[in-house]
């Protein structure tokens, strides 16, 4: 699919299908429109009027216009109120014309939407997202499928003449989302911490990147007791990935993005049972995703930030060298860990990542974690829990993710909290009481966090959708890439 940024008017593009955006209440045909609707012998002011299109958020309407017309079909998609324009309201109107361009079997697309906020730029970036992220599909794991080939094929970008660049830039963006989705789709026997160390590497291959595999003897020697305590049940051989860009010339600041990586949950010995959603815990991998999607977007961008892309990939599962619950493990910080609960496991695994990413010495340090099902009882399947003490790398988040529609709520660190992680033989238990789950989860992390201003992400309820909406299909989202990406480029 390509995507062109195109100098011809509205009323004067031919092809398949042409899409035209229009605001709530302002369905008017003057100017160009009412040369449109002459054009099309009336057509467009008939659709409006049988459908009763008044330009109102989330509706649309298609029609096919006669078999002369230099364009197909018409596909009108309504903005909402003119003044309540949000960026993401045309990632979604153009996710929704994608979509109906391919119910209609158009090859080729014309797309007039209205710029957002005078920029261009971001405007062209919204909508190739939408296109892309809408029509993106998955049949790695199916034997046949009945849509494999795509038939769109153009996808014009009315107005935006010039926008190459922003075109450009949104695809290596995609390119990072589609990547953290495939990983978190993968099931736990496609994507192992072996395949996600290779992926790594293979990203590091094709974009330059600095690649670090620890093995599970280097883990040792640097102290890993909390993540390697989590692996040691596992057949497959934990790997700690470090993936590093590094622009050239003196780097404008330091990042560290730590994604937690665990490819198949089972809750280890406190197994999770059955309508615990166990056959999903190959989603636990989905901060490492985000992270190495991350990776495959700024690798292409190539922006003036160094960053480290860190995940302590493992499995947790059952066997005869299972952690007992109540074993006590040390993190690589020397703090001692009582494991009262073997199912809090990301958050030891997180620890040694983040004692480890905390010595890099780089500005700030973000992870992204499937950590706790509390958060998503506190903020449902769409909102990613945000813990911070840094207002500075809080608020950089919360504007990164502004416009991207994913959407992040600011949790608080309720230090008083940390009485419930009090243990009677180590420095800490790994699980509090089920109440307020997911802010003892952020505060267990905090443990191993010295200097470096710090934000946790817990992205259990995003990173999956049961149902297809917006630009996401339905299964894996790739939540977090894009905010990643802003917030490192900003
Ligand atoms: N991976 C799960 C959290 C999770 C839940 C991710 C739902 C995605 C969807 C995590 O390791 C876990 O098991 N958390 C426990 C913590 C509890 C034992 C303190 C939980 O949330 O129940
Ligand atoms: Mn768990
Ligand atoms: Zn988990």
Redesign the pocket.
Known sequence: MEFRASDTPRLDWSGDGLAIGFFEDTVELTGDLADLDQKFSGVLQELIAETEFKGKLNTNAATRIGSNSPVRKLILVGLGKAEELELNTLRLAAAAIARLAKKEKCKSLGISLPVWQNNPDATTGAIVEGVELALYQDHRFKSESEDKVLLLEQVDLIGLAGQEAAIDRAKKITSGVKLARELVAAPANAVTPITLAETAENLAKEYGLNVEILEKEDCEKLGMGAFLGVAQASDLPPKFIHLTYKPVGTPRKKLAIIGKG?TF?S?GL?I?GAGS?IE??K??MGGAAATFGAAKAIAQLKPDVEVHFISAATE?MISGRAIHPGDVLKASNGKTIEVN?T????RLTLADALVFADKLGVDAIVDLA?????C?VALGDDIAGLWSLDDNVANQLLAAAQTTGEKIWRMPMEEKYFDGLKSIVADMKN?GPRAG?SIT?ALFLKQFVKETPWAHLDV??PVWTEKESGYNNAGATGYGVRTLVNWVLS
């Open positions: 665990l949950d809750g406190n999770k959603g999903m815990m989603i636990d947790n609960n199912d809090a496991e990301g499937t950590l706790t099902g509390a998503v699980t789950g989860a259990a309820g």
